[in-house]
């Protein structure tokens, strides 16, 4: 059974950075890819990044440039650095983890939330202006 616990929310100013961090446990191989997520209070949960089997990063628009995803593989723990924070990037943010597709590239990773069977139980982001 795989377990995912996210850590390292909270609350900032506007321009600060967070660096938020996902332990992964249970079957997670390296054919398992991973992805961050955010849901805001009457809004859908959104990708905001995913790291490919090869280590291939994907971000959507919002955040690139500023969001890194990165993994230590040794320690099955996915990590979302996040910086020059904006009011808007207030939400609860989810890791998780899906088995590659037998038929998808290595480098590809889906940022589509209904892909994903495993997830944590999320940790808050606040940022102020």
């Known amino acids: 059974q795989v377990q995912l616990v996210e850590s390292g929310g909270g609350s900032v100013q506007e321009g600060r950075s967070l660096r938020l961090s996902c332990q992964a446990s249970?079957?997670?191989?390296?054919?398992?890819?991973m992805g961050w997520f955010r849901q805001a209070p009457g809004k859908e949960r959104e990708g905001v990044a995913c790291i490919a089997v090869d280590g291939s990063p994907s971000y959507a628009d919002s955040v690139q440039g500023r969001f890194t995803i990165s993994q230590d593989n040794a320690e099955n723990t996915l990590y979302l650095q996040m910086n020059i924070l904006k009011p808007e990037d207030t939400a609860m943010y989810y890791c998780?983890?899906?088995?590659?597709?037998?038929?998808?590239?290595?480098?590809?990773?889906?940022?589509?939330?209904?892909?994903?069977?495993?997830w944590g139980q999320g940790t808050q982001v606040t940022v102020s202006s």
């Open positions: 998780a983890a899906r088995r590659r597709p037998p038929d998808s590239s290595a480098w590809y990773c889906s940022r589509t939330s209904s892909k994903f069977p495993h």
């Open positions: 249970g079957f997670i191989d390296a054919n398992y890819y």
